[in-house]
């Protein structure tokens, strides 16, 4: 099974806890792109609709590309009062449309997904001269060296699924090599803006957004079982309340010719 479809399968979950992105993004993005009751955008990856309403409210003419067939059901009822809306069953690989006759591209923790030299080629294709990609990721962070709870979850982590991985909150690095592998397909006017915000979640809501996550998913059942058993247990010993702290970085981009 392509690994993209394990989200498909919790539609109603992955909507309650999947986060809603900040109006400060969507007004950077709206400024940058000029988008418009006139001009045509796509979504890469709409899930169950995230990032989506503010684009919708400008007028523009959407159409979401979404792999997933739950999802793409879902959308459908949940924007059914958009006559604006459009989604389309496929793989963005897979999908079709008019070369040079999109004025903005978009996805929000999606694109990932896609193999670099597919993805970012096809956007540039499909983009108008001058049209805007506009690439957003959210990386959540449950970590804090003054946090005690933050640390016998790390603790946990490190028991079941143990990593020589480092999550650096404020990477300069990765901001670096997307712009940079942006910018290596022929886009221009690279910008990176960060935004941040901060959750909070009881044991059983947390168990709930963990089950949003692919690497979650994938676990052996059993296993997943007793890992999350010991992550709301600790988070009840600690008044039962997880702040997760959210950085999310946009990437913008014109198409120029």
């Given at each position: 099974m392509d690994k993209r479809l394990m989200f498909?399968?919790?539609?109603?979950n992955y909507d309650k806890w999947r986060p809603i992105y900040c109006e400060e993004l969507f007004n950077d993005i709206i400024?940058?792109?000029?988008?418009?009751?006139?001009?045509?955008?796509?979504e890469v990856g709409i899930g169950t609709g995230q990032a989506t309403t503010p684009f919708l409210k400008t007028g523009c003419k959407l159409t979401a590309v979404e792999l997933g067939g739950n999802?793409?059901?879902?959308?459908?009822?949940?924007?059914?009062?958009?006559?604006?809306?459009?989604?389309?069953?496929?793989?963005?690989?897979?999908?079709?449309?008019?070369?040079?006759?999109?004025?903005i591209i978009y996805s929000a923790t999606a694109f990932h997904w896609i193999q670099e030299d597919i993805g970012y080629k096809k956007a540039f294709k499909l983009l108008k001269d001058g049209g805007t990609l506009a690439v957003f990721w959210n990386k959540p962070f449950v970590k804090r060296e003054d946090d005690p709870l933050h640390q016998?979850?790390?603790?946990?982590?490190?028991?079941?699924r143990p990593s020589t991985a480092k999550f650096i909150e404020n990477n300069t690095l990765r901001y670096k090599k997307i712009s940079e592998t942006i910018k290596s397909f022929g886009?221009?006017?690279?910008?990176?803006?960060?935004?941040?915000?901060?959750?909070?979640?009881?044991?059983?809501?947390?168990?709930?957004?963990?089950?949003?996550?692919?690497?979650?998913i994938a676990m052996p059942e059993f296993t997943k079982q007793l890992f999350e058993s010991e992550i709301e247990s600790a988070i009840k010993e600690y008044g039962n309340v997880l702040k997760v702290y959210d950085t999310i970085d946009l990437y913008l981009a014109r198409k120029k010719s």
């Amino acid at each position: 099974m392509d690994k993209r479809l394990m989200f498909n399968e919790d539609v109603i979950n992955y909507d309650k806890w999947r986060p809603i992105y900040c109006e400060e993004l969507f007004n950077d993005i709206i400024e940058y792109s000029g988008l418009d009751q006139n001009k045509k955008a796509i979504e890469v990856g709409i899930g169950t609709g995230q990032a989506t309403t503010p684009f919708l409210k400008t007028g523009c003419k959407l159409t979401a590309v979404e792999l997933g067939g739950n999802f793409t059901e879902y959308v459908k009822e949940k924007f059914k009062q958009y006559k604006n809306f459009n989604v389309c069953n496929t793989s963005f690989e897979d999908f079709q449309f008019e070369d040079n006759s999109v004025d903005i591209i978009y996805s929000a923790t999606a694109f990932h997904w896609i193999q670099e030299d597919i993805g970012y080629k096809k956007a540039f294709k499909l983009l108008k001269d001058g049209g805007t990609l506009a690439v957003f990721w959210n990386k959540p962070f449950v970590k804090r060296e003054d946090d005690p709870l933050h640390q016998k979850i790390q603790g946990i982590y490190q028991k079941y699924r143990p990593s020589t991985a480092k999550f650096i909150e404020n990477n300069t690095l990765r901001y670096k090599k997307i712009s940079e592998t942006i910018k290596s397909f022929g886009f221009k006017e690279v910008e990176v803006k960060l935004y941040h915000g901060m959750r909070k979640f009881n044991g059983c809501d947390y168990i709930g957004l963990l089950n949003t996550y692919s690497d979650h998913i994938a676990m052996p059942e059993f296993t997943k079982q007793l890992f999350e058993s010991e992550i709301e247990s600790a988070i009840k010993e600690y008044g039962n309340v997880l702040k997760v702290y959210d950085t999310i970085d946009l990437y913008l981009a014109r198409k120029k010719s």
